[in-house]
């Protein structure tokens, strides 16, 4: 009596199901590593290229357009250099100009970082597909110590509307570089948008600039205390430095123009970057890092398909079947 092909097949597997079962589990495993990395790599780069649109321009200290783009946009790392008002006002004051949106960052709130910037921000700056800003509860900073802040800080520090907070000098830390004695309150929460907005904590410039009176060495001033809250408010408060600068234009076909102005601006060294070029530029540099992956995914994949095939070949013959 003869034996088929297919019962022959069935006898071999069942006399090498172990190993069978462990390249199956060796094989899935590697696919799912490699569609693993493909997923994460095009979820990044989409979530990237989500964070900002709509800003033909961001002008800061020269310091290379990647570094301009992870500080002012994506809040990573900070920046070796300002820009002065002065030069933002020129800015802002250009025929060509639409709208510019300050940006002044360095402070924080247990962890998050704190943007000061204008009303202006709630109203130009835009995520994804031009989608505006918007509030799922309260309104813009309309007092000089109210904040906005991101859906993020919200949900996982447990704020609402009115909640009090308080601002930490730097990144580091909250403690002896606590802002304390000038507190904040929660004016507004903005709705969920995906991008690093969620994780920040927004004030006015002005605010930014009265929480660091007597702080201009860097450090507490002892006599800090003796400034009132009163006194503070009838200070001139107007920044005499910013971060970083969004700018849109009257007309998108400028920008390459308008790029070349402020860059080679003789009064101060400043730096335009237009961002879509930065995030080419940025992965281009990720790119690299990505393939690595994905080869290594592809490599670990092909070489465990080999090691079980060699394994259950390598068997005695009469253990094939």
């Not at 990395?37 to 649109?53: L, P």
């Not at 100009?97 to 360095?106: E, F, K, M, N, Q």
């Not at 520090?157 to 909640?163: E, F, V």
């Not at 600068?245 to 076909?253: C, I, Q, T």
């Amino acid at each position: 009596m003869g034996v088929s092909i297919l019962g022959l097949a069935w006898r071999s597997l069942m006399n090498r199901r172990v190993s069978a079962f462990l390249t199956v589990i060796a094989i899935a495993l590697s696919v799912a590593l490699f569609l693993g990395v493909e997923k994460a790599r095009n979820a990044a780069k989409s979530g990237f290229d989500n964070t900002i649109s709509g800003t033909e321009l961001i002008v800061g200290a020269p310091s290379g357009q990647i570094n301009l783009l992870l500080y002012s946009v994506f809040r990573f790392g900070n920046a070796t250099a300002e820009i002065s008002c002065r030069a933002y006002q020129e800015i802002d004051r250009r025929e060509d100009v639409a709208w510019t949106v300050p940006a002044s960052l360095g402070d924080s709130h247990r962890g998050y970082r704190v943007l000061g910037t204008n009303i202006g921000y709630f109203e130009h700056y835009k995520y994804g597909q031009r989608q505006s800003l918007t509030f799922a509860e309260g309104q813009p900073f309309d007092d000089l110590f109210d904040a906005v802040i991101g859906a993020d800080v919200a949900r996982k520090l447990g704020y609402s509307i009115d909640t009090p907070l308080i601002l930490t000098h730097g990144i580091g830390a909250s403690g002896l570089t606590d802002h304390d004695d000038r507190p904040f309150r929660v004016a507004g929460i903005l709705r969920p948008t995906g991008t690093p907005v969620d994780q920040t904590i927004h004030v006015s410039l002005e605010a930014i600039t009265a929480i660091h009176v007597g702080w201009e060495t860097g450090a507490r001033n002892p006599l800090t205390d003796s400034i009132t809250e009163e006194m503070i408010r009838s200070f001139d408060l107007t920044p005499r430095t910013i971060t970083a600068l969004f700018v849109g234009l009257e007309n998108r076909a400028s920008v390459l123009r308008t790029r070349r102005d402020i860059n080679t601006n003789l009064s101060e060294p400043l730096l335009a970057i237009i961002p879509g070029q930065a995030l080419a530029e940025l992965w281009q540099v990720m790119g690299t890092a990505a393939r690595v992956l994905l080869a290594k995914s592809a490599i670990s994949s092909r070489f465990s398909l080999q090691r079980r095939q060699f394994s259950a070949w390598s068997a005695p013959s009469w253990a094939r079947f």
